[in-house]
């Protein structure tokens, strides 16, 4: 008689094959994995307990789940100062980077359909954009996701606790529910809590301000708007303000896009400026007042010569900058050290406390994009839960910011790679280019470019690409993974490009800074 047996996966070379036919089982695998945590788990209620239902945090509660723990993940949102509050899936779902892109795109498609009239449509000049449609648009289609994500997380098996937790010791959460508090024990945890953004210490700025928790869904046009912060979430939001018809006006303390590379950032800040969105440089907001008639009296001081100013607005966002959510936590009781409002981890994103864990927003001095939560957030339930050791790489991530002329790149700035090998050992190709489908509507091609950062010598390693012009998101990820494998300027500049692309443009870079050569193209087919 001859024998059919299903093993674990894990297990099935070691068996006697003799007389018997074995078929490997990954579901057993998961089982015997199941098995070992049980005899583990000792009186916990849960092998993992992830506090925050972000991009991080469900990423990987949902990959335990996938390799045979039993996880709860906790979520609770604190409506803003001006009552904004939202569902399941964090920052990025719901206030963050889906609804910035929609209404990104929004503005994008008025400048196409003016555009059109150039290409031979005809159009309504009289057209304008519905903001309170667009709002209702964003915010149903963010509901939907909402409601995608709760059903993925029930039919993974993972038990969403709509509740604040907070930890009572270093196994044990209180969690804070509309029916009550409920005591939560687990093996291990992962905070992954996120940031919020942060308002500044002056009269009205709470009473009267709005931030991007609350733009996307504002009951009424913003007008006028003062957006006080030159990060890429200010100049997201004028960026998008302006391409829909209203008048933003963007603050700037000291620089634009901190931690970007600065010529970039100079070119994205022209850029804005030519379509007509004015900055008040170097300057800090003072008071902010609220008139009889509704509208905003800012009070503004120049840091440069002290002098003293106010305007009116409609709507006053402030994007200053976020801070993590670590205040409600009581991470001292379960001695979790802090940096400042952020948790510092290790290269395994453990903290202090060997089975406390930290993914996304939360953690010390690591980009806070969407997909480096996810994709650490995974990494991490592997390694704690399918024996992987593979760890989150966090350099050459490659990042885009949605401004109406759109900047992207991956790996070092230009100053940081100055900083890092010297100025001597670096060489800087860069070009200016003319994308086609410019040229019919006129549209300006003044702040069109790239650059490829590079090692000046050897085999001339790409450390940094920067990209400024349409869909600079799609450029650019291809490059990154390019970047991830080690691409060397030769490489780059033997690669025939897709012709007419604004993507190829990296493909045709021959003129170096050193040079002092113009790198503004004469043609764009030879």
């Keep these: 008689m001859h024998l059919f047996e299903f093993v674990p996966a894990s297990l099935a070379e070691a068996q006697p094959s003799e007389g018997r036919s074995i078929y490997r089982s990954a579901y057993l695998d998961i089982r015997l994995r199941q098995k070992k945590l049980e005899k583990e788990l000792g009186n916990y209620d849960y092998d993992l307990v992830v506090i925050g239902g972000g991009s991080g945090g469900l990423a990987c509660a949902k990959e335990a789940v996938a390799h045979g723990a039993r996880v709860a993940c906790l979520d609770f949102v604190k409506p803003t100062p001006s009552g904004t509050k939202w569902g399941v899936g964090g920052t990025c779902v719901n206030v963050g980077c889906i609804p910035k892109k ?19 449509w005809n159009v309504d000049e009289k057209i304008k954009p519905d903001w309170s449609k667009l709002v209702t648009s964003v915010q149903n289609h963010i509901k939907s996701v909402n409601w995608v994500t709760r059903v993925d997380l029930r039919d993974k098996k993972v038990e969403y606790i709509n509740g604040l937790g907070s930890f009572v010791d270093s196994h044990t959460l209180s969690a804070k529910l509309k029916s009550g508090d409920r005591t939560i024990t687990a093996q291990t945890f992962v905070i992954a ?45 004028a960026g998008f303000l302006k391409g829909l018809g209203y008048e933003p006006t963007v603050m700037v303390r000291s620089i634009v896009l901190r931690g970007f590379d600065q010529q970039m950032a100079g070119l994205v800040a022209a850029s804005m400026e030519e379509r007509g969105i004015p900055f008040l440089r170097k300057t800090v907001p003072l008071s902010v007042e609220k008139q009889p008639d509704g509208k905003l009296l800012v009070k503004y001081e120049n840091t440069e010569t002290g002098e003293v100013d106010s305007d009116v607005f409609d709507t006053v966002l402030w994007a200053i900058g976020r801070k993590g959510l670590v205040e409600d936590l009581n991470l001292q009781n379960a001695g979790v050290m802090t940096q400042k409002d952020k948790i510092p981890v290790d290269s395994e994103e453990t903290t202090n406390v060997p089975h406390i864990y930290a993914v996304g927003d939360i953690i010390y001095g690591k980009p806070e994009l969407t997909p480096v939560a996810v994709l650490a957030g995974r990494l991490l339930a592997r390694r704690l839960y399918a024996e992987s050791d593979l760890r989150m790489d966090y350099a050459d991530v490659a990042t885009t910011v949605f401004t109406p002329l759109e900047y992207a790149c991956v790996g070092l700035s230009e100053e940081d790679a100055v900083k890092a090998y010297g100025a001597e050992e670096i060489e800087v190709f860069h070009g200016y280019y003319k994308p086609t489908e410019f040229f019919i509507p006129q549209k300006s091609v003044r702040y069109c470019y790239v650059k490829a950062v590079a090692q000046r010598t050897g085999d001339q390693r790409v450390y940094g690409l920067h ?24 490489t780059l500049m033997n690669t025939v490009g897709i012709h007419p692309t604004t993507a190829e443009e990296f493909t045709r870079l021959s003129i170096t800074k050193r040079s002092g050569l113009d790198p503004t193209p004469a043609s764009c087919c030879s």
């Design 193 to 237: 809590v996120g940031g919020r953004p942060r308002y500044p210490n002056i009269p009205g700025a709470v009473e009267y301000g709005i931030t991007s928790d609350d733009i996307f869904s504002l009951d009424r046009e913003p007008g006028k708007t003062l957006v006080v912060g030159a990060g890429y979430i200010g100049l997201e939001c």
């Design 467 to 490: 990209y400024l012009g349409p869909v600079a998101g799609e450029v650019i990820q291809g490059f990154a993974a390019a970047i991830k494998s080690g691409l060397t300027i030769p």
């Design 102 to 120: 929609l209404m990104h795109q929004a503005s994008l498609l008025g400048e196409s359909v003016h555009e059109a009239a150039a290409y031979g």
